[in-house]
């Protein structure tokens, strides 16, 4: 037997285990839900129904019964041969008919030795949930009970006694027929409802989540974006909004694609490019050793523009690489570590500077201590170029940065503030985002994003908060 063939045979079984197993999908659920809820509804008119049946079938033995009382009644007395008496018991279904009028009561007819009575109703009392108590007595009451009725009929009051096994063998014949009618009604209404539903949510929720799974599979493709249908109900907004962010997200994964490679490109240029310029500032110190006046004017500038541009590509490799280092946490205190960066701060200084370090002697952080160097360092940077004067002219006053710092309940909040002129309102739109404006025009604009990436990956944050004047820069570090 072929691997067909066998699978063909064992079809039938595996098919249903895995039926019985598996969950029910939505349309399933759907389905059971919608037969419970018509059977509901359905038992619930199923069980008034009984009772009205009960009352009725027991109204029209009482008519009949009546009539025969009536007749007995208006016959002159004696005249009623003992036979008819039977026949209208036969007829009616009783074992005794009694009649009452005014203070008179009449056997109007009976068996020889009429039973005890095990049970009364009285059809006057017309409650509805003594009706529905007493049908349900009935269904459920043992054989052979002798049933007692009273009830009004033509004008008399009736009292009648009969074997109840007779009501209750027309009760249960009723229940079976509108049982097996609600049945039907309950199975048509609820495949009548569950083809609806299939056709208005389940089908487009399966199209809407297909579509999403597809476009998991390939999230830049615009052809795998879902196409939108006319309709104007919840399903059809899900639809357009699933489109709208399809679409949002294509084309964000397109140019992050294109930035990635393109950041890829310019870390290796810079790579190269650093190199090349080590070597040539290595020489433009060496020229600048010369005695020659021209030269010792001019090779500063050259020194200076080739540390510029190292700077500017170390600056371009470290923010490609911080994309994935890992984070050494170490305890250390902040004030030494501050005085370290602005040690490192004096390369981009050409003007009389101090630093105001405020900071606690005491007070430490666990933090990747080389990581959180290059913030300060960063904010020193920016601070000192922000300050300095234009090339070629003397600085007015003495820059100024001040450092301090609190220790608060869960975090470690330091504040970092110059005398300088402030960011401007260019700068603070996009402050903290790479390659932005750089009024310096010096810079790469990637400082202060490379400083809020390290904070974001110690879960502390950076922002520049109000001063009454130069910049003052807020940076929060957990406690951990
Ligand atoms: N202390 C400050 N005072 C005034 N302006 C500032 C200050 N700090 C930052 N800025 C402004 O924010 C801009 C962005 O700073 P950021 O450090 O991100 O880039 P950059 O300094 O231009 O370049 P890089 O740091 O990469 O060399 C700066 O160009 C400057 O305009
Ligand atoms: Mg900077």
Not at 109 to 117: K, L, M, Y
Not at 256 to 282: E, F, P, T, Y
Not at 349 to 374: G, H, K, T, W, Y
Request: charged content about 25%.
């Amino acid at each position: 037997m072929d691997d067909v063939t066998k699978r063909d045979a064992t079809f039938p079984m595996t098919d249903i285990v895995a039926l019985v197993r598996t969950k029910p999908g939505l349309s399933g659920k759907l389905l059971i839900l919608t037969i419970a809820f018509v059977m509901l509804a359905e038992v619930l008119i199923f069980i008034p129904s009984v009772a009205n049946f009960r009352r009725t079938w027991l109204t029209n033995k009482i008519s009949a019964a009546a009539t025969g009382a009536l007749v007995f009644d208006a016959a002159p007395s004696g005249m009623v041969p003992p036979e008819l008496g039977k026949e209208l018991l036969r007829q009616v279904g009783a074992l005794t008919i009694w009649a009452k009028r005014a203070d008179s009561r009449m056997l109007v007819a009976s068996v020889d030795n009429p039973p005890q009575v095990d049970v009364t109703t009285d059809l006057r009392d017309t409650n509805p949930i003594f009706q529905i108590a007493e049908a349900l007595g009935t269904l459920a009451a043992p054989r052979g009970r002798i049933l007692r009725v009273t009830a009004l009929g033509m004008g008399v009051e009736i009292n009648m006694t009969l074997e109840e096994d007779l009501l209750r063998a027309a009760m249960w014949g009723f229940a079976r027929n509108i049982l097996l009618l609600s049945l039907l009604i309950s199975l048509i209404t609820a495949g009548l409802v569950y083809l609806s539903l299939i056709h208005m949510i389940v089908r487009p929720i399966k199209r809407l989540s297909e579509n999403m799974a597809s476009f998991e599979r390939d999230p830049e493709n615009d052809a795998r974006v879902i196409a939108t249908s006319e309709r104007d109900d919840e399903i059809g907004f899900a639809e357009r909004s699933l489109a709208r962010l399809e679409t949002k997200l294509a084309e964000e994964l397109r140019r992050s694609k294109k930035l990635a490679s393109l950041g890829l490109m310019i870390a290796k240029i810079s790579h190269d490019l650093r190199n090349v310029l080590s070597g040539a500032q290595l020489f433009s110190e060496r020229i600048a050793e010369l005695k020659n006046p021209s030269v010792k004017r001019l090779a500063p500038r050259l020194v200076d523009s080739l540390r510029r541009a190292i700077d500017l590509c170390e600056g371009t490799l470290a923010y490609g690489a911080d994309q994935k280092a890992a984070l050494k946490p170490s305890c250390f205190r902040i004030a030494p570590m501050l005085a370290e960066c602005w040690d490192l701060a004096q390369s981009v200084n050409r003007m009389p500077s101090s630093l105001v370090n405020e900071v606690p002697a005491e007070l430490e952080i666990r933090a990747d201590r080389d990581q959180i160097s290059r913030v300060f360092l960063n904010l020193m940077r920016n601070s000192l170029q922000a300050i300095a004067p234009p090339p070629g002219q003397e600085a007015k006053s003495e820059a100024q940065i001040t450092v301090s710092a609190k220790c608060e309940a869960d975090t470690t909040v330091i504040w970092v503030q110059d005398n300088g002129p402030g960011v401007s309102q260019a700068a603070r739109q996009k402050l903290f985002e790479p390659f932005s404006l750089s009024s310096t025009r010096r810079g790469s604009g990637l400082g202060l994003a490379i400083a809020a990436d390290i904070l974001r990956a110690h879960d502390g944050e950076i922002s520049l908060v109000d001063s009454v004047y130069g910049a003052r820069f807020k940076i929060s570090l957990p406690n951990h």
